[in-house]
């Protein structure tokens, strides 16, 4: 099947500096990729879709400029967060769609647990 | 607009009897649905979906949910519970415009005690 995979797994920052978290396909190539944010004992928050060559489309309601999303290559895409603050502090899963169309699944990478001190 | 609601936070059962959590879905169009379990501090692994045909769906780790039309629901079933099935179980519902974005209902936690 296919395998996504994030890295740190987990990571623990000072207020007011950025993170960088990957996520990449490892067996497939995948154009879009998506980020979401989990908060405890809650659903998934779908912030933004990250497309491979352009822009990421961001949620209603999420900062761009806070959570930059850059997506360089088929199999790559990383999310930055930028002036990281303790209300930041959550875990953030990625995803990416194995094909397009209406019969795909998400394949969800093992999340990163981001704590901002 | 697409949503799916999980009427329980948690659902409790012995190992060895059948298991239920429910979810109902509100869509536009067809439905695509979806269920995803999640252990403590991982992503999602997928269970099984929806898309179109038979209304009993059978997927992974001897999983099945029935979809029912008329009441709108999705319920995720098994037959004999175990306790490695505890965990955070999401029903998801594909938006039917843009296949790439998923609604997730707000869980249910299994607990499957021996």
């Known amino acids: 099947g296919a395998v996504v995979s994030q890295h740190p797994s987990w990571v623990i920052c000072k207020s007011g500096t950025s993170v960088k978290i990957e996520c990449r396909s490892l067996?497939?190539?995948?154009?879009?990729m998506f980020w979401y944010r989990q908060f405890p004992k809650q659903s998934l928050m779908l912030m933004a879709t990250?497309?491979?060559?352009?822009?990421?489309?961001?949620e209603q309601g999420v900062e761009k400029d806070k959570f930059l999303i850059n997506h360089a290559s088929l199999t790559l895409s990383t999310l930055t967060v930028t002036s990281a603050h303790p209300e930041d502090s959550s875990f953030y899963i990625c995803?990416?769609?194995?094909?397009?169309?209406?019969?795909?699944?998400?394949?969800f990478g093992p999340g990163t647990r981001l704590t901002v001190l | 607009a697409q949503s799916v609601a999980q009427p329980e936070d948690q659902v409790n059962v012995a190992e060895g009897n059948p298991l239920t959590v429910k979810c109902t879905y509100s869509?536009?169009?067809?439905?695509?649905l979806f269920w995803y379990v999640q252990y403590p501090n991982r992503g999602l692994q997928f269970l099984l979906k929806?898309?179109?045909?038979?209304?009993l769906v059978k997927g992974s780790y001897g999983f099945e949910a029935e979809f029912n039309k008329s009441q709108t629901s999705f319920h995720l079933k098994k037959p004999s519970a175990l306790v490695s099935d505890s965990a955070l179980y999401f029903c998801?519902?594909?938006?039917?415009?843009?296949?790439?974005?998923?609604?997730f209902g707000s869980g249910t936690k299994l607990n499957v005690k021996p």
């Open positions: 990250s497309n491979e060559g352009s822009k990421a489309t961001y």
């Open positions: 998801a519902v594909r938006d039917g415009d843009n296949f790439n974005k998923f609604y």
């Open positions: 067996d497939f190539q995948a154009t879009t």
């Open positions: 929806y898309i179109t045909g038979d209304n």
């Open positions: 995803s990416a769609n194995l094909v397009s169309g209406p019969n795909n699944e998400q394949f």
């Open positions: 869509v536009s169009g067809n439905p695509y």
